[in-house]
Structures are given as structure tokens and as C-alpha cells.
């Protein structure tokens, strides 16, 4: 007996980028998406927009934000001589936004996680506006962070989040929904 698979379907197949061409990273926007948010279709731009006119959403812009690599929560071996099993993983992503003002004060006041709000799903923007990716855990993500202002006037204030999440998966890129980002 060489291994055990408690996975009862076939891998799935890779499939090449156009022209071996890589996906560029950043994010330049996002929408993060309130418990009560009725968006179910993340590439539908129409209940998005509904969502963040509601208030149930709110669109981020000219932010910097990226999805970092994700740490497994393990299990013991089940089978001697076997690797500890992942059976879910801690995700990140890290948010940075030099909109420092009143405004956005109580905007990033609202979103941390110390106001008692989890966020039901993150739909990021690429910069180069070729795809989103949508971050929707199962059980919410948290945001965690605040102002951060320099000692010197040669760097900028800024907000510095982390918004936190489990999820067995990783977050799925999709295509950009119409009339959402600018």
C-alpha cells in the first residue's frame, strides 16, 4: 500500500495562460460586502452595484492590496509515517490606503473587526484590470489594523489592514463585473 486518498474525485487539469504570459498582482480596488449583503453572483454587476448603493457594500479605490500565502491548520498524521494533514488554511490579505481623512476614518473605524463587523466576501480588482478575485469564506473575514502616521514627512499616513480568513480554498479569480470598478 503506497498511500491513501481521502479526496473521492481526479485531480483537475492545469490549464497554460495565453502566450505563457503570467497574471500580474495588486489590487488597486475592492468591494467588501456586508453580512447583509444580497449579492450571491459576484460576476453580476447590477446586484453588486444595488448592494453598494444599499449600503450593504462599499467600493474601495486607490488602495494597495495583495493576498499573501496562506498558513495550513494541520492535523496529526491519521496513517503512521504520513506528513500532518491540512485540513483548512489561514488566509490573509494586506490592505494599504493613503486616503487619509475624516471620512475614511470612520470608514476603516467601521470595518475593524473591534466594531464587532465581519465581512461576508472581498471581491478585489486587479491593477491591470484583466480579472477580479473573490475572497468568500465560509465563515466571513476579519479586518484587523488602523492609521499609521509616520514620524517624518518624507512617508505618507496611511491605513494598514489585514483582513483575515479561513478557508480550505483559495479565492477565485473571475472576470471584472460590469460598472463596479473604475
Not at 51 to 75: C, F, H, R, T
Not at 121 to 135: D, K, N, P, R, W
Not at 144 to 160: F, Q
Request: aromatic share 8%.
Amino acid at each position: 500500500m503506497g498511500c491513501t486518498n481521502y479526496n473521492c474525485s481526479d485531480i483537475s487539469p492545469q490549464v497554460l495562460n495565453d502566450c505563457g504570459n503570467p497574471l500580474e498582482g495588486g489590487f488597486d480596488q475592492a468591494v467588501v460586502f456586508d453580512c447583509d449583503a444580497t449579492t450571491t453572483d459576484y460576476t453580476n454587476g447590477t446586484t453588486i452595484a444595488a448592494d453598494i448603493a444599499s449600503g450593504a457594500a462599499v467600493l474601495y479605490q486607490n488602495i494597495k492590496a495583495g493576498i499573501d500565502a496562506p498558513s495550513p491548520n494541520e492535523i496529526d498524521p491519521l496513517v503512521a509515517g504520513q506528513e500532518a494533514r491540512p485540513v483548512n488554511y489561514a488566509r490573509t490579505a494586506s490592505w494599504v490606503d493613503a486616503n487619509v481623512n475624516t471620512s475614511s476614518s470612520a470608514a476603516y473605524d467601521t470595518l475593524n473587526a473591534t466594531s464587532g463587523i465581519t465581512a461576508a466576501a472581498i471581491l478585489f480588482h486587479l491593477a491591470s484590470g484583466e480579472q477580479a478575485v473573490l475572497v468568500d469564506p465560509p465563515k466571513g473575514a476579519l479586518f484587523k489594523g488602523g492609521l499609521i502616521v509616520p514620524n517624518d514627512t518624507s512617508d505618507a499616513a496611511r491605513y494598514e489592514f489585514t483582513a483575515n480568513w479561513k478557508d480550505p480554498n483559495d479565492p477565485t479569480v473571475q472576470a471584472v463585473p460590469s460598472g463596479v470598478f473604475s
